[in-house]
């Protein structure tokens, strides 16, 4: 399904705030917003595995709304009131009246939208992976990445729920190394500078064992 590109307007939406991230008020960070659409499905686990994924803080937050249908731009106002100081970019787990799309992202605002609704499916595990796939691609598509070609990236177009399971739950090498530059311009930092724990890893490791003499020559 071709993503939604919405235009961003603030249209006032009454919203309480139930939970903080746990990250250090200095850390820049990636905003995982639920607004309660997504159980049974576990959303920190979903929040841990973008993490995992992106290389970059992503903390989460939890929004209560009043009861009633909301449109697309009213959650884009909502969001934008959520917004921390340290929220790089800001994702929402949604419910939008008459959204058939799955996601939209505003790159004015450096907020994006997932209509989990539309994502949903008796099996949790396939239900929770449609989540996280859609964060994966809004994360790309703000952070200035577009879709790939290639066929197991989750950035690639695709037009039917079954097209959204086969696709990879990760952007394709090429595109991993260009969201951590394009992270990295916006003040995101890595979690993990692989680099150098492998060094320190090798500086850590003892000495391999002398090779034993060669024998004499009979």
Same mark, same amino acid.
């Given at each position: $399904?071709?993503?939604?590109?919405?235009? *961003?307007? %603030?249209?006032?939406?009454?919203?309480?705030? +139930?939970? &903080?991230?746990?990250?250090?008020?200095?850390?820049?960070?990636?905003?995982?917003?639920?607004?309660? =659409?997504?159980?049974?499905?576990?959303?920190?686990?979903?929040?841990?595995?973008?993490?995992?994924?992106? #290389? +970059?803080?992503?903390?989460?937050?939890?929004?209560?709304?009043?009861?009633?249908?909301?449109?697309?731009?009213?959650?884009?106002?909502?969001?934008?009131?959520?917004?921390?100081?340290?929220?790089?970019? +800001?994702?929402?787990?949604?419910?939008?009246?008459? /959204?058939?799309?799955?996601?939209?992202?505003?790159?004015?605002?450096?907020?994006?939208?997932?209509?989990?609704? &539309?994502?949903?499916?008796?099996?949790? +595990?396939? %239900?929770?992976?449609?989540?996280?796939? /859609?964060? $994966?691609?809004?994360?790309?598509?703000?952070?200035?990445?577009?879709?790939?070609?290639?066929?197991?990236?989750?950035?690639?177009? =695709?037009?039917?729920?079954?097209?959204?399971? #086969?696709?990879?739950? #990760?952007?394709?090498?090429?595109?991993?190394?260009?969201?951590?530059?394009?992270? *990295?311009?916006?003040?995101?930092?890595?979690?993990?500078? %692989?680099?150098?724990?492998?060094?320190?890893?090798?500086?850590?490791?003892?000495?391999?064992?002398?090779?034993?003499?060669?024998?004499?020559?009979?």
């Amino acid at each position: $399904m071709k993503t939604r590109l919405a235009l *961003a307007c %603030f249209c006032g939406m009454a919203f309480a705030l +139930v939970s &903080a991230p746990a990250r250090a008020a200095d850390v820049k960070s990636i905003a995982l917003v639920d607004a309660g =659409y997504a159980a049974p499905c576990n959303v920190e686990g979903i929040r841990a595995q973008v993490e995992h994924y992106l #290389n +970059v803080p992503v903390t989460l937050r939890t929004i209560k709304t009043p009861k009633g249908d909301r449109t697309e731009k009213e959650w884009y106002d909502a969001l934008q009131k959520t917004r921390t100081s340290n929220d790089v970019l +800001v994702i929402g787990l949604v419910a939008v009246t008459n /959204l058939t799309t799955h996601q939209g992202f505003v790159p004015q605002i450096a907020t994006g939208i997932v209509n989990v609704p &539309a994502l949903r499916t008796n099996d949790t +595990v396939a %239900f929770e992976k449609r989540i996280l796939r /859609l964060v $994966m691609r809004d994360a790309a598509f703000l952070a200035g990445l577009s879709p790939s070609l290639d066929p197991l990236c989750v950035t690639r177009q =695709y037009k039917t729920l079954a097209d959204l399971d #086969n696709l990879g739950m #990760n952007y394709f090498p090429p595109y991993q190394i260009t969201f951590a530059k394009n992270a *990295a311009s916006l003040g995101l930092k890595p979690v993990h500078d %692989f680099k150098a724990e492998m060094l320190k890893r090798r500086a850590a490791k003892p000495p391999a064992p002398p090779a034993p003499p060669t024998p004499p020559a009979k």
